[in-house]
């Protein structure tokens, strides 16, 4: 089956998307002092690479859209479920190392209002909301197409 044209439709969120993994991913190395950073304790630093590094590969996929039709179906968009874990992950990361804290960490413990980390929630919260929508809406029409289909053997009326 032919992979629809690109639409701006089609093509606008996911730019938008992937600059926003990209700023999450740019944040992350901001806040650790650049690459490859001074974050403490190590499990905090490997955090911010893998979240850095997930931000990255998930721009990639959602620029290269519908050519990924072989790791991707339309009931689970994987590029979309990917921007959602890179922005809960740094959105989880926040509460807890401001909140109760971490294991062997507490630069941040109740830092609710640094700058950058503010930042940092504004566009962690627009891609989880535009990551949300997308694939809410994805499972939806894949609901509606099931729903649709005659099943093998029977006939249409």
């Known amino acids: 089956m032919p992979t629809p044209a690109p639409t701006p439709a089609r093509i606008l969120p996911r730019a938008a998307a992937a600059l926003l993994c990209l700023a999450v991913s740019w944040i992350h190395v901001q806040d650790q002092g650049g690459f490859p950073g001074d974050k403490t304790p190590h499990y905090v630093a490997i955090g911010y690479y893998l979240l850095e590094a997930t931000g990255v590969l998930c721009a990639v996929l959602l620029l290269a859209g519908s050519r990924l039709r072989g790791l991707r179906s ?7 479920l990917l921007a959602a874990g890179v922005a809960l992950g740094p959105l989880l990361g926040f509460v807890l190392s401001r909140g109760p804290g971490l294991p062997d960490y507490s630069d941040d413990k109740g830092n609710w209002t640094e700058p ?3 930042i940092s929630l504004a566009v962690e919260g627009t891609l989880l909301l535009m990551a949300a929508a997308i694939v809410l809406a994805a499972f939806r029409t894949a609901q509606a ?8 053997g029977s006939s249409a009326r």
């Open 145 to 152: 197409t099931a729903g649709r289909r005659v099943p093998s």
């Open 74 to 80: 339309d009931a689970y968009p994987v590029e979309w």
């Open 116 to 118: 950058l980390a503010l």
